[in-house]
């Protein structure tokens, strides 16, 4: 009898699965590379396969999440050649149940969950009850959501932040984003906050090219140049971060996530991260009072998906299937 909801958080990189029930707690997480496979259809079969010969039938539904837009019949993946319809998706997997939501509305649909282990402090502040919150960072893209809290439950508001066009607030910025529209053209905002951002922004100040992880790896081991490449990072992903806040009046919280984030979580605090979040005239003091998290959960993405599969696991119907 279908009883379990299979979630998953599919990035541009790689995605995490793991089953629910009505709880929500997600169970036997499995993460894989998505340059493994040729789709949404065939990660999902390999992982349903690996869960053993029960896996298809005790699963009656999904939620995945996914790094695009996801409010459409037609998804796809924004940094990916992966697409899929929803109808398509359900039917060929038998399933009762199916959803398909952004992977940052994911997240916003966990941040309520997460506890004080999950988070990194960046700065004071105290959060207001009740009040928006805002969810976002770099990752393969730059992720954005709100949160609000109507009657009593939290909603996400989700967008493409992370396309939006990025400008430049002094000589430094300007310089580095003259670098960027000639390479480009036309820069936004994840063609610098992202991981390829972080590597293309150490390339242009530093002239080496190292992949993301190595320019944070080599920041670690004490590396002048890329300790520098992330601090010019973590000065625009502030500012960013600021503007955002007053867009939806974070007074509730900020909480960065994303791979990205959470790698340079030891550089927060030495970097102009927070000066920048605040520099805001005249609204620097809201925003001095606006507490900052890193979400170091290693994965935020399946706990939101989980609190929306429980929901579905509710309203399995038994011997149910979708042909």
């Not at 997480?29 to 010969?53: M, S, V, W």
């Not at 939006?164 to 984003?177: M, Q």
């Not at 998906?305 to 011997?319: D, F, H, M, V």
């Amino acid at each position: 009898m279908p009883h379990l909801i299979l979630i998953a958080d599919i990035g541009g990189t790689s995605s995490r699965l793991a089953v629910v029930d009505t709880d929500g707690v997600p169970r036997d997480i499995q993460i894989h590379r998505n340059d493994d496979f040729a789709g949404f259809k065939e990660l999902i079969a390999a992982d349903l396969d690996q869960r053993g010969p029960g896996a298809r039938t005790a699963v009656g539904g999904a939620v995945l999440a996914v790094a695009g837009p996801a409010d459409q019949e037609s998804v796809k993946l924004t940094n990916r050649d992966w697409g899929f319809t929803k109808r398509d998706m359900r039917k060929h997997f038998g399933w009762q149940k199916f959803a398909a939501v952004n992977d940052f509305e994911a997240l916003a649909h966990g941040v309520p969950a997460l506890g004080a282990s999950d988070l990194v402090p960046v700065g004071g502040g105290l959060a207001e009850p009740g009040a928006p919150m805002l969810v976002c960072g770099p990752g393969t893209g730059f992720g954005v959501a709100g949160i609000v809290k109507i009657a009593g439950r939290h909603h996400a508001i989700t967008g493409e932040g992370g396309r939006a066009r990025l400008g430049a607030a002094d000589a430094e910025e300007a310089l580095l984003l003259g670098h960027l529209v000639r390479e480009l053209g036309p820069v936004v905002v994840e063609h610098a906050l992202s991981g390829s951002g972080l590597a293309r922004i150490h390339r242009i100040l530093a002239g080496a090219a190292l992949t993301p992880e190595a320019v944070i790896a080599a920041a670690k081991a004490g590396d002048e140049a890329a300790r520098e490449t992330c601090n010019v990072f973590l000065k625009l992903f502030g500012r960013i971060a600021g503007d955002l806040a007053l867009i939806v009046n974070a007074r509730g919280g900020v909480y960065l996530a994303g791979g990205v984030s959470a790698g340079l979580a030891p550089f927060f605090a030495e970097s102009p991260f927070r000066a920048m979040f605040e520099e805001h005239p005249p609204h620097g003091p809201r925003l001095v009072a606006t507490p900052v998290n890193i979400i170091t959960h290693p994965t935020p993405g399946l706990i939101g998906c989980g609190q929306l599969g429980a929901r579905l696991a509710r309203s399995l119907k038994p011997g149910l299937h979708v042909v």
